[in-house]
């Protein structure tokens, strides 16, 4: 399937603030507090785990016609992520490096990272877990494409021609 460009740029997003902000913050708050909820109040920790999930499932290494359902089949075949350590992941985030050690050692324990030499990855089971997650963040990019979609771009002629025919 083949996604209709959507021609929005930070002057569509500025004529259009009124609508795009406020529906972004509800949407974006919504998904924040299942996150905090989810994570047991711990958002460092999801940060962490963002990081870690966001290097091994990163963009460009990801098949470009990946579904959701092929992202949650077991049997998909591995997709080599990038290494990452505590130290990268410190720096990155600007979380202190101790934090982020403690906090990786509790996303082991929980079995949503693992180890392999000194990378650090996300497990299936942390894609598991974390189905609801996943889920919350397909509402989230739902309500924020159909305000954005809904938006008037002067940078799209075929919306302009569309919205002059309507």
């Known amino acids: 399937m083949e996604l209709d460009p959507i021609m929005i740029d930070a002057d569509t997003i500025r004529q259009n603030f ?16 299942a996150c905090r909820n989810h994570m047991d109040g711990d958002l460092d920790r999801l940060l962490i785990l963002c990081v870690i999930g966001d ?16 992202f949650n089949d077991n049997d998909r075949e591995p997709i080599e992520p990038e290494g990452l350590n505590a130290r990268s992941i410190a720096d990155f ?6 934090t982020v ?11 949503w990272v693992e ?7 996300a497990t299936d089971r942390a894609r ?34 569309e919205e002059g025919n309507a």
């Open 93 to 98: 985030s600007g979380i202190p490096r101790e």
């Open 55 to 70: 290097r091994t499932l990163s963009r460009g290494r990801t098949p470009p016609g990946m579904t959701y359902d092929d």
């Open 115 to 121: 180890r392999h030499g000194n990378d650090l990855r």
């Open 18 to 33: 009124g609508t795009i902000w406020p529906a972004h913050v509800e949407a974006l708050t919504r998904f924040l507090i």
């Open 128 to 161: 598991i877990d974390l189905i609801p997650l996943t889920e919350s963040s397909l509402d989230y990019l739902v309500n924020m494409a159909g305000i954005l979609y809904a938006a008037p771009s002067r940078a799209s002629p075929t919306r302009r021609r």
């Open 101 to 111: 050690r403690r906090k990786v050692q509790d996303l082991i324990d929980l079995g």
